[in-house]
Every structure is written in structure tokens, then in C-alpha cells.
């Protein structure tokens, strides 16, 4: 039994047209802290704290939601990236793909450990903030790496 946990191999373009401005106008408005009114909503929250206020297990709040759409853009594309066949997909290909997905996990929580360790305040929540992406761009990084690797030892026997 064949069970099949990829996207097929076409959206692995789609995401990577998403993924690239996404995620660099997505760093772009957090350095720079831009955020355009246009984009102010009153959003459902399951937790509030409000600073210096109450806390509240759910309600609304005024946010501007341009940080969220570029993380959901970005996970979302990189998750079509990360897991869609690749035009040949063979159990070599399942190998590589599953040694660059433990080998992200290790890298990720190798630097979540260092953030613990060394990384304090709110310094420490932008770690988390960018912890959140890093394990799919590792993934995505070494997974590639490693295919184009193979396709050089390919060329070279040729």
C-alpha cells in the first residue's frame, strides 16, 4: 500500500512564487515596523492581555494584520515548497527528504536551546518569532542542497 503525504510536484512552483516575496517583505515590514492603516481590524483573539490591563480568554482587539498575513503566506507557500513531489520521486529522494527533515529539527531546537541559554527578554520573543519559520527554510535549504548534489553526481557519471 502507496501512501502519498506529498503535493504533487506543481506546487512546489506556486509555492516557491509565494514563498520568496512573502517571506522578504515579510522581513522587510517587521525591521522597518511598517504598518498601514488600511490594514487596522477589530480581530477575534483567544487570549488578551492588555498591557498595563486585564487579561481576558477571548474577545476582540484592534490589530493591524499585515504581520499575519505575510506569516501565513510564508508557511503556507514554504509548506507547498518543503512537500511537494519532485518530478522523480524514487525511495532515494524519500531518503533525503527524511534525513533534511530530522536534520532541520536538530538545527532548529540546537538554536531554541541556544536562545534558552543566552537570549533573554524580548530579545528571547524574537528568537521565537523567527523559530517558528526556521525549521521549514532549514529543511527547505538542506533537502535542496542534497538533491542538487545528486543531480551533479548524476551529471558527473554521465
Given amino acids: 500500500m502507496k501512501i502519498s503525504y506529498l503535493f504533487p510536484n506543481k506546487f512546489k512552483n506556486i509555492g516557491w512564487f509565494i514563498f520568496i516575496p512573502s517571506a522578504l517583505i515579510g522581513c522587510i515590514t517587521l525591521v522597518f515596523e511598517y504598518e498601514p492603516s488600511a490594514l487596522d481590524f477589530n480581530v477575534f483573539a483567544i487570549f488578551i492581555e492588555e498591557l498595563l490591563g486585564d487579561t481576558y480568554f477571548s474577545g476582540f482587539v484592534k490589530n493591524n494584520i499585515l504581520n499575519e498575513i505575510f506569516g501565513i503566506l510564508t ?3 514554504s509548506i507547498l515548497v518543503a512537500f511537494s513531489k519532485e ?3 524514487d525511495e532515494y529522494i ?3 527528504r527524511l534525513e533534511s527533515l530530522v536534520w532541520a529539527v536538530y538545527l532548529n531546537y540546537a538554536i531554541l536551546l541556544v536562545g534558552f541559554l543566552f537570549i533573554f527578554d524580548l530579545a528571547f520573543l524574537w528568537v521565537m518569532i523567527f523559530n517558528m519559520f ?3 527554510l532549514f529543511f527547505i535549504i538542506r533537502f535542496n542542497w542534497q538533491i542538487s548534489k545528486l543531480q551533479k553526481a548524476i551529471r558527473y557519471e554521465e
Fill in 75 to 77: 508557511i503556507l507557500s
Fill in 134 to 136: 526556521t525549521i521549514l
Fill in 94 to 96: 524519500s531518503k533525503i
Fill in 87 to 89: 518530478k522523480l520521486e
